[in-house]
């Protein structure tokens, strides 16, 4: 059987990384990478790192406005699915390139498999939100992460024979490539101590496409680093709209080129606690029972925020201090961590027997 997989950014790599392997095993697997993130350190070395073989397809789409981007990557991806014709296709979570892969797939009557299918910010201003329940409702196959995805797609008229609720992939991959850290000389090089420090991390367009939102970035961040070290690996987008604002980030602060997957899971390990708007680091902080004060109005990852072992602390800086306060005390840090939180084993093996059953099974009826 054949399983074309389609990908564009780094979290996309990184939940691919876990079946990957199996995947090229067990099917005729083709991978699709459309070139949404194309930097070295936002791509290549994302495959280095986690020892995955290159796509068979690179499209080399680059950057662009969100229609243009998504519909260039639309164009190209159907020329390569005529050809191909696959038995399903493969897409993760919410980017525009599991939208436009999920786009294209189901008008040429190919199943969708949508990898983290489910989850919600109930907040149609962000782009992901759109590209989410679109991918979705393209899909013949929601592997959700959790209960309260599960629970979404439900009330959004899914049949529950569609869904199937596997776990979080993300832990998945952290849990075994958390072993490689411990050679990581990423502190030494920023000059960093164990649990002295503060990660921060911010590229979601509601934090960044207004010079207001980011100045609240800005300002806390400033804040921040004078009680404690603080560590911002930029992403691109974050670097150029700071540079078209003309907004400038405390030199006190280490601004640092985004990491390496591995350098970057060594930063969230010796951490004191982390401030992000990313999806991905949300649940990889847990991983290593670290708290995260996330930098948004909502989160998809409720479970975490419900429990207390995230704290949805806004993007305001009145707020994002308030917290960042209380996480400087011991005391609470501490509380925090002691909160228990249970991880789902082996989703890969899981959401590899799915797939397989639904494309030797499903697909053929
Ligand atoms: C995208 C996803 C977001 C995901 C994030 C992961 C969408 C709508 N958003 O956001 O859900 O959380 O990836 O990081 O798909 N750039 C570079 N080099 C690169 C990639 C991007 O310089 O390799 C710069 C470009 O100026 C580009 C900007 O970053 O315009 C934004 O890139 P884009 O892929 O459009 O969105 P992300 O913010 O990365
Ligand atoms: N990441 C990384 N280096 C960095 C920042 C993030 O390797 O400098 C990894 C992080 O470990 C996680 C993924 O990138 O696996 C998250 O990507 P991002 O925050 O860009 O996207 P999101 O998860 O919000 O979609």
Not at 239 to 248: C, H, I, N, P, V
């Amino acid at each position: 059987m054949k399983l074309v997989t389609i990908l564009g950014t780094r979290p996309e790599i990184v939940k691919l990384s876990p079946t990957l392997p199996i995947f090229d095993k067990i099917f005729e697997h083709i991978i699709i990478h459309t070139g949404q993130h194309y930097d070295y350190n936002m791509d290549k070395i994302f495959f280095e790192q986690l020892h995955l073989r290159d796509p068979d397809y690179n499209l080399d789409i680059g950057s662009g406005r969100q229609a243009e981007q998504t519909g260039k990557m639309m164009m190209k991806i159907e020329s390569i699915l005529i050809n191909v014709k696959p038995d399903a296709v493969l897409v993760f979570a919410d980017p525009n390139t599991p939208l436009a892969g999920a786009l294209v797939a189901s008008k040429l009557h190919i199943p969708v498999i949508h990898f983290e299918a489910g989850c919600r910010s109930f907040n149609k201003k962000m782009p992901e939100e759109i590209n989410r329940i679109l991918t979705d409702h393209c899909s013949d196959l929601l592997l959700a992460p959790d209960k309260v995805a599960y629970d979404n797609l439900i009330r959004e008229g899914f049949d529950e024979k569609q869904i199937h609720v596997v776990g979080d992939i993300v832990f998945d991959a952290t849990n075994r490539n958390k072993q490689f850290i411990t050679d990581s000389k990423i502190l030494e090089k920023f000059g960093l101590t164990d649990n002295n420090y503060v990660l921060v991390t911010i590229h979601r367009a509601e934090n960044t496409a207004n010079k207001e939102s980011l100045g609240e970035i800005v300002d806390f961040v400033k804040y921040l680093s004078s009680k404690i070290d603080v560590v911002f690996p930029l992403h691109p987008r974050t670097r150029d709209t700071l540079k078209s604002f003309g907004l400038t980030i405390d030199p006190k602060i280490k601004v640092i080129e985004p990491q390496g997957y591995i350098e970057f899971l060594k930063l969230i390990s010796s951490s004191r606690f982390i401030v992000t708007d990313s999806g991905g680091v949300q649940e990889e902080a847990v991983v290593f029972n670290k708290c995260c004060l996330v930098a948004r109005n909502e989160t998809e990852w409720t479970r975490l925020t419900d429990i207390g072992k995230n704290i949805l602390a806004t993007n305001k800086k009145e707020n994002l201090i308030k917290w960042s306060d209380k996480l400087l005390n011991d005391d609470e840090l501490n509380r925090i961590k002691k909160i228990s939180f249970e991880f789902e084993n082996d989703v890969s093996t899981k959401v590899v027997n799915i797939i397989k059953d639904f494309m030797e099974n499903d697909i053929k009826k």
